[in-house]
């Protein structure tokens, strides 16, 4: 994928987010993880602070080109219809 790129994937919360807003989300079906450090809304921060571990979400996610690994939730679709 390149640098980035949007990417539209289900993943489970593995670990909440912090108090300094970041999160870590794993594909649902796969072995890749996410390390979630920003949101491209208050709306979509406030509806993952309330995820909780092992929550199925389906999320929109776009590559914080200055942080290597970090990315940005883009839009959320959670199972339990948040």
């Given at each position: 994928?390149?640098?980035?790129?949007?990417?539209?994937?289900t993943c489970?919360?593995?670990q909440p987010m912090n108090?300094?807003?970041a999160m870590t989300l794993a594909e649902a079906h796969g072995n890749r993880t996410f390390q979630v450090v920003d949101y491209?809304?208050?709306r979509i921060q406030g509806s993952l602070f309330r995820c909780r571990h092992g929550e199925s979400i389906r999320v929109?996610?776009?590559r914080v080109d200055s942080r290597?690994?970090?990315?940005?939730v883009t839009d959320l679709n959670t199972e339990s219809g948040r």
């Open positions: 994928m390149s640098t980035g790129a949007l990417q539209l994937i489970t919360v593995e108090s300094h807003g491209a809304s208050p929109q996610l776009k290597g690994e970090a990315w940005r």
